[in-house]
């Protein structure tokens, strides 16, 4: 009888080698630690094992079962339901487009096309060099942000097709980019150990970028008298609109981050300074 | 009347009021800002007080059912011997919804000291955030503000000296929007595929490992510590007498100034247009959604419909989430329809017919109308899909799915027979873009500004 290939793995899958397995599996016990019943901690197991070889391999879903006594098939149930577990290794940068209907309209169908084109790739593929892999996806929550890209979910929010090349550009030439939401970024696979629950411990990045740009700050601005482009006759009351515009980076490369680069936490010791201050009047606080 | 003068008078900001100031996220911060003291005020009371204290408020659930918060906790058992968990719902993934999302990544504190109170008042020791994984950004400053909470003695053994005990637990989810819905978001953080359970038992008697449980929406429990700092009064004196207290309504699309408006329950659209600036500048509005693209659309005419659960029920839609999707009159409403439902269909979870065969046959017979390509007959077979599975289906992403397909055929349905008749899509998709007007004016430079400076 001739043997059928159909394309999947042979079982057992191998296990990792045993310095891999007994690194990962003190992590498996602390994760499975924080919940009262130990298979709580298979998402967050899938996105460890994703963070050790930037997808869920057939090992990593061995590791699994045997981290929570699952079989192999439970896991894969899990593992495959979930959009965020690859099957195949992202790139260094995993870049999502939204393309919902709202991102969509405003021209994130326009940017995912020029993407792809750009790159020579289609949707859910790596580029050669493995730095880039793009997908398109559905709603991230940011739709006052439109249209919205994610790179390693962290936000590249008001995008254009023009600032999405740019922003692919600096990626695969080792530039450093900055998210307008979200911090440096890290590789695909040191986020995927932040998703499963070890937190990010680079110094200052959990202060990076703010506490969100202008829409998020929409209505506030207004409930304190201030003016939003295009709102007659308001006030302006903060100091914030007091600050030199040559600051602003340019409309068409908002993500270069050039000049932020290598200070990324100038504004610190100012804002410790200002505490103080901010507390006795939080009404005209700095911007963060 | 300048529409900045009303803009002070109608916008209301409580959970946004610390996010101008300087990092917000921090304890700090959140502390300069009357933070924790709703829970010294409650931890002050006994845990039965706080339920009814709530309760009388009038709180409902910002995460779209509107389902009274002090309710749902007061459907805990007592005294029943098992664990109580609390969950809560951070898988903002409605599309059009981007109100949690924010308001985690400004001021995680906020939602930590509600969850504090709630379990607190619900006889709960462990509690645990369900966050969606695509917003690493607002993981990090979850996990950043629950250790803080820890350090402080917020979080952890003897809270306050008040011998009450709490831990938190952050989870990432990893990308199912069904996880949204609270018996599959249980399922999922059971380490299971995220698939909703048949009600009853409902999660206050049978949730999280089979013990009571309460999952609240993040806005919800975030909005509770200004209720036991301030009072049920104060929040009552805000709203309509049947949805009372303050709400983030999240304005987005072919507007000049989308983003967060934090107002009263009962603003209108036009009143929240009128004092942001209003549909972008040249064009009108066509069509919009109250809550999400689960929540029936509407037209110009509700723009002067009151944004709380009865105005909006009453016109015909749901409050839902609060997200104001706005769309302009170069906006295909077959191509937005068409595009939500492809989303339902992705995010279907496969274990009812009605839901997964339903959405799938939507999905084909839409792009082959939006191609042109459609054939007589096709929106009645549509509304008959969409009648197949509308109150059908086993759960809410169901109905979700037939909204914008029904809603969209009653105000629209001339457009939809003009794709049949003309065998094309009338209209330009460049039009509609951001960029096709020009940038928009202010918009990208406040927002570089801000997040960089």
Redo the contacts between chains.
């Keep these: 009888m001739t043997n059928v290939e159909l394309g999947l793995p042979a079982l057992p899958a191998p296990p990792y080698p045993e310095e891999v397995r007994a690194r990962l599996a003190a992590d498996a016990a602390e994760l499975i630690g924080r919940y009262p019943q130990a298979r709580s901690a298979l998402l967050p197991l899938l996105h460890l094992v994703q963070a050790e070889e930037g997808f869920v391999s057939p090992t990593g879903i061995r590791f699994c079962a045997e981290q929570l006594d699952l079989t192999t098939a439970e896991v894969t149930a899990v593992a495959t339901f979930y959009t965020m577990y690859r099957r195949r290794p992202a790139g260094k940068y995993h870049v999502g487009v939204c393309t919902n209907t709202l991102c969509a309209v405003l021209g994130g169908d326009q940017i995912f096309a020029e993407l792809q084109q750009h790159l020579g790739i289609g949707n859910n593929a790596t580029t050669e060099d493995g730095q880039i892999s793009i997908e398109h996806i559905e709603c991230n929550a940011a739709c006052d942000y439109a249209p919205v890209v994610m790179v390693n979910w962290e936000f590249f929010d008001d995008q254009t097709p023009e600032s999405a090349r740019q922003l692919v550009d600096d990626l695969r030439a080792g530039r450093e980019v900055r998210p307008t939401r979200g911090a440096r970024l890290c590789g695909f696979r040191e986020t995927a150990r932040i998703l499963a629950g070890f937190p990010d411990e680079r110094p200052g990045a959990n202060d990076e970028s703010g506490a969100g740009g202008a829409p998020s700050l929409a209505g506030l601005r207004l409930a304190r008298g201030e003016a939003l482009p295009g709102t007659p006759g308001a006030k302006v009351v903060s100091p914030r609109h007091e600050e030199p515009l040559h600051e602003e980076p340019l409309h068409d490369e908002p993500h270069q981050g050039e000049p932020h680069q290598g200070e990324p936490l100038q504004e610190e010791p100012r804002h410790e300074e200002r505490g103080p201050e901010a507390k006795a009047d939080g009404q005209e606080g700095t911007e963060a | 009347m ?3 003068e009303s ?2 008078k109608l ?3 409580v959970l ?10 921090t304890l ?2 959140y502390r ?2 009357h933070g924790y003291e709703g829970l010294k005020a409650a931890l002050a009371m006994p845990p039965d007080d706080v339920i009814a204290l709530v309760k009388d408020s009038g709180l409902r659930g910002r995460g779209g059912a509107g389902f009274p918060t002090g309710m749902k906790w007061q459907f805990i058992p007592q005294n029943d011997g098992k ?1 109580h968990y609390l969950v809560v719902n951070a898988d ?7 109100k ?3 308001l985690l ?3 995680p504190h906020s939602l930590i000291e509600g969850m504090v109170i709630a379990s607190y008042a619900i006889r709960c020791d ?1 509690a645990f955030v369900y966050l ?6 607002v ?3 979850l ?2 503000a629950v ?1 803080e909470a820890y350090e402080a003695g917020l979080l952890g053994r003897n809270i306050l000296g008040s011998g009450v005990d709490l831990d938190i ?9 069904i996880c949204g819905e609270e018996t599959a978001l249980l399922d ?7 698939q909703p359970r048949l009600r009853p038992p409902f999660p206050a008697i049978a949730g999280l ?1 089979a013990c009571p449980t309460v999952v609240n929406n993040v806005e919800s429990i975030a909005s509770v510590p200004a209720i036991l700092a301030r009072g049920k009064e104060w929040f009552k004196g805000l709203g309509t007498e049947k949805s009372p207290g303050f709400t983030l ?6 507007v ?8 009263p329950l009962g603003i209108t659209l036009r009143q929240l247009l009128d ?4 549909v972008r ?1 040249g064009h009108r509005l066509k069509f919009w959604t109250p809550g999400g ?1 689960s929540t029936p659309m509407f037209t110009e005419e509700h723009l002067d419909v009151p944004l709380d659960y009865e105005g909006v029920g009453a016109a015909g839609s749901m409050l839902g989430t609060k ?1 104001l ?1 706005v ?1 302009d009159e170069t ?1 295909c409403v077959v ?2 329809v068409t ?2 439902t492809e ?1 339902y269909a ?2 279907s ?1 496969g274990k009812c017919t009605p839901c997964r065969e339903g959405t799938y046959w939507l999905v084909q017979l839409l792009r082959r109308i939006e191609a042109g390509e459609g054939v007589d007959g096709d929106l009645e077979k549509l509304l008959d899909i969409a009648d197949n599975i509308n109150g059908k289906s086993f759960c809410a992403l169901g109905d979700g799915a037939a909204s914008p397909i029904v809603s969209s055929l009653k105000y629209f349905r001339a457009e939809y027979e003009q794709h049949l008749a003309e065998r094309r899509c009338p209209f330009d ?2 039009a ?4 096709a007007d020009g ?15």
């Design positions: 300048t529409s900045a803009a002070e916008l209301t900001p946004s009021d610390p996010w101008d100031d300087s990092r917000p996220w700090a911060t300069r800002h664990p903002e993934s409605e599309p059009g919804t981007c949690d999302i924010p990544f400004a001021n462990h969606r994984g695509e917003v690493v950004p993981l990090r400053r996990h950043a250790a637990t952050v989870h990432a989810g990893a990308g199912a929007y999922s953080l059971e380490g299971r595929r995220g490992y309504y999240s304005l987005s699309g072919h000049t100034n989308p983003g967060q408006y934090e107002a004092l942001s600036g209003g500048a693209s997200a999707q769309f906006t191509r937005a595009r939500w989303f992705h995010e979870c998709p460049a509609s873009t951001v960029w940038p928009r004016p202010g918009h990208q430079s406040a927002t570089e500004r801000e997040v960089h400076a």
